[in-house]
């Protein structure tokens, strides 16, 4: 254990993001998301609500603020304006996190596929809400 880490981040999570670098992406997904046929660094994170997943993520990781969008939601096929509750608490979180608006831009499900294909890891959770899939860009940190 150490100090000042939430308990859900274990070692190979917390690597993860300490090695990305600004620029590289971390998906965040839902149990139904084909993460181990569509990703080489999975990190499994079992019966952690998806929403505390990426706090506690964006306890240590910055968002990117130098491009715009620098996170995404997957939203069903044909249907880029459609916003769930998942991705309204997700963006409440981020927010929060960041101190700041952070704004998920919508990418359809087959197209979320390919982007969260090019993550440097994707964090698995067993959080069980369609369309709970989510794309971060580190940002810098800074001070």
Same mark, same amino acid.
């Given at each position: 254990?150490?100090?000042?880490?939430?308990?859900?981040?274990?070692?190979?999570?917390?690597?993860?993001?300490?090695?990305?670098?600004?620029?590289?992406?971390? /998906?965040?997904?839902?149990?139904?998301?084909?993460?181990?046929?569509?990703?080489?660094?999975?990190?499994?994170?079992?019966?952690?609500?998806?929403v505390?997943?990426?706090?506690?993520?964006?306890?240590?990781?910055?968002?990117?603020?130098?491009?715009?969008?620098?996170?995404?939601?997957?939203?069903?096929?044909?249907?880029?304006?459609e916003?769930?509750?998942?991705?309204r608490?997700?963006?409440?979180?981020?927010?929060?996190?960041?101190?700041? /608006?952070?704004?998920? /831009?919508p990418?359809?499900?087959? /197209?979320?596929?390919?982007?969260?294909?090019? +993550?440097?890891?994707?964090?698995?959770?067993?959080d069980?809400?369609?369309?709970? +899939?989510?794309v971060?860009?580190?940002?810098?940190?800074?001070?």
């Amino acid at each position: 254990m150490l100090k000042g880490i939430p308990r859900t981040l274990g070692p190979d999570l917390l690597w993860a993001l300490a090695a990305m670098g600004h620029g590289d992406r971390l /998906a965040v997904v839902d149990a139904n998301y084909p993460a181990h046929s569509h990703s080489t660094r999975v990190i499994p994170l079992a019966a952690v609500p998806l929403v505390d997943a990426i706090g506690d993520v964006l306890s240590l990781f910055p968002v990117d603020d130098f491009v715009e969008p620098a996170a995404f939601r997957m939203v069903p096929d044909g249907r880029p304006e459609e916003v769930l509750d998942v991705h309204r608490d997700v963006e409440r979180a981020a927010s929060s996190a960041e101190g700041r /608006a952070v704004r998920f /831009a919508p990418v359809e499900r087959t /197209a979320f596929y390919d982007l969260a294909r090019g +993550c440097f890891a994707t964090v698995a959770t067993t959080d069980d809400r369609p369309y709970g +899939c989510f794309v971060l860009t580190k940002g810098v940190v800074s001070g």
